[in-house]
């Protein structure tokens, strides 16, 4: 699995109320979502951004509210992955659980710039920032997370009999 | 090697000797919750995959708290989802307008959570129940919906973080004070991915709703859980809730720590988490002067009969300050008709303020008291992101419920030992 994208790049501790603010959580729609997606941070993102686009974060990446509608929003947003250094748990694991990828990888969330093209092979955990013909390691996934993953979520990996650790 | 009280508890819901910290282990859950914003999510999930039945209707929970009773259209159609899935699987603790409170005050005031019990929620505030020697921790819709099919989750589980307690705590401050001032020590990471376990002699000290305030928000460093040790504190207050078998856990003696912090109560100092994160804290006496337009006393955190005591024993005999709106919250109805004959409603009546049916609504900008740009307000809630309780440019000033209360009559942040 792979994405390629450009760029939006945000600072540390984004939270799950900028990214998607509360008053647009009486709707579980992912498309009403993803309208609103960092709405709060950064208005025009919704408008600027293209499917397979890449959001980098900082440190704890999603904390706060367990909502889902989190990743739903950047997921159904059409962003391919996100990449910090590191995210609050809630987040990711409910952006496993969605199938929303993302990557941990300090060194990638320091040297790449907003609008840098950027792409993610998800099994080796390589990025590459080929605006500025650098490479990144991030720590790939343990099998089981990989197995959840690879079946777009864990409820279609319960379905397949793999959503047991 | 030892283990932790939540490494032992992870074990002995996944049906092993031990465990040890980042080992992904498949829990039996013991309760699984949403709420009317979480549970509709799970529902399409649940649906999705073709699921007929709930894992044990007496282990499930549903509370319509957030935008309860009904703020809007789409609010009531969520409810509803919630309300119809709850009938048609049997769910046994269904709690609608009337009989619900905030999730992790009803909990707990139900006896649906007891020591050694493992509780996943569809909220990030479940990790409270720590408060009463769980492991219990919040997570996501898809989680629900997994953890009401088969009443399992995955974990990874976690490391751990050592709290230990001494002394007491001085008049007029709370746990809201304890755990803003671990937040502010150790960062809005400090805790990621670990369990944050509270013991030592300065427990005995703390009663029920300091703890599940303190537990309430490990959420707030990051953690994974937050747990206490269970002492007579804890048992008193389970042995009137709680009639089935459950098991006290004790961390081992040799039970590895990634640090151990040594909190002396005493010590600690009313605090205040300045906007936009938790961890940016201040003592009560390096606050400055900030001017507030509205204040709330309520939520998960602060919203218990000891919060409502403390609120009316500093605005009793007082008015609070012209536009400063004031808003109380009860965190259950329970709790709304001990205030009421307790005589806390006339005291916040007479004081000026307004107060309301449970609801999470303001903490989270829902509804019943967003701010508009450029105000503040001083609340006993959670956080304090950018625009977590109304506009982007407004600005939410967490602390306990005695300066709250304070804040309000002064119009400004306050020391409540100054009124």
Redesign the interface.
């Known amino acids: 699995m792979n994405a390629k994208g450009t760029v939006f790049k945000y600072g540390d ?1 984004i ?1 799950t ?2 990214i998607i ?3 647009y ?4 729609d992912h498309k009403e979502l993803a309208a609103h997606c960092m709405e ?2 950064d208005a025009s993102f919704i408008k600027t951004m293209k499917p397979g686009d890449i959001i980098v974060g900082g ?2 990446f999603g ?7 989190a ?2 929003a950047i997921k159904a947003s059409g962003v391919s992955c996100v990449i910090a250094k ?1 995210f ?3 987040f990711y ?2 952006s496993i ?2 199938g929303l990828a993302i990557l941990e990888c300090p060194e990638a969330s320091d040297r790449i710039r907003a609008g840098d093209e950027v792409a993610v092979d998800f099994d080796t955990g390589l990025i590459e920032n080929l605006t500025r013909g650098e490479r990144y390691q991030a720590e790939p996934f ?1 099998p ?2 990989k197995e959840i993953i690879n079946h777009n ?4 990996a ?2 397949a009999g793999k ?3 | 090697m030892g283990m932790t009280m939540t490494q032992k508890i992870l074990a002995a819901h996944a049906g092993l000797d031990s465990v040890r910290a980042g080992q992904l282990v498949s829990a039996r859950a013991d309760m699984v919750l949403g709420n009317d914003i979480t549970t509709p999510v799970a529902v399409n999930e649940f649906n999705k995959a073709g699921f007929t039945s709930v894992f044990d209707t007496r282990k499930v929970t549903i509370v319509l708290d957030h935008f309860i009773p009904n703020k809007d259209i789409k609010a009531a159609e969520q409810a509803k989802t919630c309300r119809q899935f709850a009938r048609k699987y049997g769910v046994e603790h269904f709690y609608d307008v009337g009989e619900m409170g905030i999730e992790h005050a009803l909990l707990p005031e139900k006896g649906l959570v007891a020591p050694g019990e493992l509780c996943i929620g569809a909220d990030s505030h479940t990790c409270t129940y720590g408060a009463l020697g769980a492991f219990s921790t919040g997570v996501g819709s898809t989680d629900m919906a997994a953890g009401l099919a088969t009443g399992t989750a995955w974990f990874k589980v976690p490391a751990a973080l050592r709290f230990e307690l001494r002394g007491s705590l001085a008049p007029n401050v709370s746990g809201k004070d304890v755990i803003l001032h671990i937040i502010g020590m150790i960062g809005v990471d400090g805790a990621l991915y670990k369990s944050m376990e509270f013991g030592g002699e300065g427990l005995k000290s703390l009663t029920i709703d300091d703890r599940l305030c303190i537990a309430n928000m490990a959420i707030e460093a990051g953690g994974k859980n937050g747990i206490f040790e269970v002492d007579e504190t804890t048992l008193a207050y389970v042995g009137e809730r709680v009639s089935r078998p459950y098991t006290v856990y004790t961390p081992d003696p040799d039970a590895e720590y990634e640090k151990v912090y040594e909190i002396d109560l005493s010590q600690i100092k009313s605090t205040v988490a300045f906007p936009h994160l938790p961890e940016n804290t201040r003592t009560i006496d390096q606050v400055g002067d900030v001017a507030i337009d509205q204040v709330v006393i309520g939520s998960c955190t602060n919203g218990r009969l000891s919060d409502m005591a403390a609120a009316a024993r500093i605005l009793k005999g007082h008015h609070v300050a012209r536009d400063c709106r004031t808003i109380i919250i009860p965190a259950t109805m329970q709790i709304y008709r001990d205030c009421m004959k307790l005589g806390y409603t006339d005291i916040f009546l007479d004081a000026g303020c307004v107060v309301s049916t449970p609801t999470c609504g303001p903490c989270l900008g829902g509804y019943m008291g967003i701010l508009a740009e450029g105000e503040r307000c001083v609340s006993t809630t959670n956080r304090n992101f950018v625009g977590r309780m109304g506009h982007p440019k407004s600005e939410v000033y967490l602390a306990s419920p005695e300066v709250a209360a304070a804040s309000a009559i002064a119009g400004k942040i306050a020391d409540p030992n100054r009124i």
């Open positions: 501790n939270d109320d900028v603010p509360a008053r959580l009486n709707t579980p709060d941070i440190f704890n904390c706060g509210s367990s909502r889902e509608h990743p739903i590191t609050a748990r809630i694991r409910n659980n969605i343990p089981f997370i979520g864990l409820m279609n319960l379905a959503g047991k650790a």
